[in-house]
C-alpha cells in the first residue's frame, strides 16, 4: 500500500495542496490550455520547413503564451550570475542595491514573487541575519521573516535585547519566494549569491548570524550541515576581502517543527550577545 493519504472531498484536497506549500494560483485569471494548442496547431501546419524559409521567419516582438510571462533572458545560467555580480558591484549604497535587485531580471524566481523582499530592520545594524528565502507572508507583505518564524526570531532577539527595528538588519540568500515555497534550486541561490555578499558588505554589519542550513552553506562556503556548525564561530569573507564574524545557528521555521532544539539556539545568540558586547569596547 503507497503511504500518500485517502482523499475523499475537494476541501481535503485543497487542505492537502495547502500544507505541501500550494496556496495560491499563479495567474490572476485561469489559463486555458487547450485553446492555445488549438490556436497553435495550424500555424505549425504552415510552417516552413526549409532551413532557408526558417532563416526569413519573422521573430515574434510578443512571445505567446506561457513563454509570454516569462521572458527568455531570464531563463537561470552562468551567464545570469556573471551579471549578478557586475551589477552588484556597481552599487554603492544599500538602496542602490536594492533598485538593482529590483530590476534585476535575471531568475525565474522573479517572475513567480510578487514582492522583491530585499531586507528589514535597521540598515548599518551591527548585527545581520540571513535566511533562506521568503515565504507566502514574507512575498505578500515585502519583508523578510513576518511570518511564524519572524514571530519566533523577533522573540530570541529581544532574549539578547535587540529589537529588529532598532538593533539588526535582516535579509536573505535569495530575496524571492520559490513558488510553493520550495527550495530554491543550486543555480537559482549562485545567481543571487552576489546581491547577498554586496549587501553584506554594504550594510557592514560587525556580526552576522546565518540562519539554517542554506544561508550557512552559502555564506560560509561550506559543505558541513547546520547540526555540525551551529555555535561555532566562523568567518564571513566577502568578494572584496571584509571578513565578519559569523555564527551559524538553527533557522527559526526548523525551531518551530523542533522546540527541544530551541535551547541549542538560545545558546548561540548568547554567544552572538557576549561577541557583540566585546566589540564595542
Ligand atoms: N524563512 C526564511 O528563510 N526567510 C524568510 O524571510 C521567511 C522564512
Known amino acids: ?42 500555424q505549425r501546419a504552415a510552417t516552413p520547413t526549409h532551413p532557408a524559409a526558417a532563416e526569413r521567419r519573422p521573430t515574434p516582438a510578443v512571445p505567446s503564451g506561457a513563454a509570454a510571462t516569462i521572458p527568455a533572458a531570464a531563463v537561470p545560467d552562468g551567464e545570469q550570475a556573471q ?44 548585527l545581520m541575519l540571513v535566511g533562506e528565502a521568503p515565504g507566502s507572508e514574507e512575498d505578500r507583505a515585502g519583508l523578510p521573516f513576518v511570518g511564524r518564524s519572524g514571530q519566533l526570531l523577533d522573540r530570541i532577539l529581544a532574549a539578547i535585547g535587540r529589537e529588529r527595528a532598532t538593533g539588526a538588519y535582516i535579509a536573505n540568500v535569495v530575496p524571492w519566494r520559490p513558488p510553493g515555497n520550495r527550495d530554491p534550486s543550486p543555480l537559482e541561490t549562485e545567481i543571487c549569491r552576489p546581491f547577498i555578499e554586496r549587501q553584506i558588505e554594504l550594510a557592514a ?32 569573507v566577502s568578494p572584496s576581502g571584509v571578513q565578519i564574524p559569523a555564527m551559524p545557528t538553527l533557522h527559526p521555521a526548523y525551531l518551530l517543527r523542533n522546540p527541544a532544539h530551541k535551547k541549542l539556539a538560545w545558546r548561540d545568540f548568547l554567544e552572538v550577545k557576549a561577541k557583540l558586547a566585546s566589540l564595542q569596547g
Open 1 to 42: 500500500m503507497s503511504g500518500f493519504p485517502t482523499i475523499a472531498t475537494t476541501e481535503e484536497l485543497l487542505r492537502f495542496y495547502a500544507e505541501a506549500g500550494y496556496d495560491e494560483a499563479m495567474e490572476e485569471q485561469p489559463v486555458d490550455r487547450f485553446a492555445e494548442a488549438q490556436a497553435a496547431a495550424p
Open 205 to 236: 554589519p560587525k556580526v552576522i548570524v546565518t540562519l539554517g542550513n542554506p544561508s550557512t552553506k552559502l555564506l560560509l562556503k561550506t559543505q558541513t550541515g547546520i547540526m555540525r556548525m551551529r555555535g561555532n564561530w566562523q568567518t564571513f
Open 83 to 126: 551579471r549578478a555580480r557586475a551589477l552588484a558591484r556597481q552599487a554603492n549604497t544599500l538602496e542602490e542595491l536594492r533598485e538593482i535587485v529590483a530590476a534585476f531580471d535575471g531568475c525565474n524566481l522573479k517572475f513567480t514573487a510578487k514582492s522583491t523582499v530585499f531586507a528589514d530592520g535597521m540598515p548599518g545594524a551591527d
